[in-house]
């Protein structure tokens, strides 16, 4: 085995792992965003969100 086959290896397996890290972090947004939408659609706010004129803490 030569030098350039272990650089190239670990620049394939680097490039590997940033690509599956990317795509988790996508999905995973993908996923929380639809989930979120699930929720308000029940009718669960958010806390951060103001509660409408009628309703004061």
């Known amino acids: 085995m030569t030098h350039p086959f272990y650089v190239y290896g670990s ?3 680097t490039a590997t792992m940033i ?3 990317i795509a988790w972090t996508w999905i995973d947004g ?3 965003r639809r989930e ?3 929720l308000e659609a029940a009718g669960i706010r ?4 103001r509660a409408p004129e009628g309703k004061a803490k």
Request: aromatic share 12%; hydrophobic share 45%; charged share 25%.
């Open 11 to 13: 620049y394939g397996f």
């Open 19 to 21: 690509i599956a890290v």
């Open 30 to 32: 993908h996923r929380r």
């Open 36 to 38: 979120i939408a699930a």
């Open 46 to 49: 958010r806390r951060s969100q």
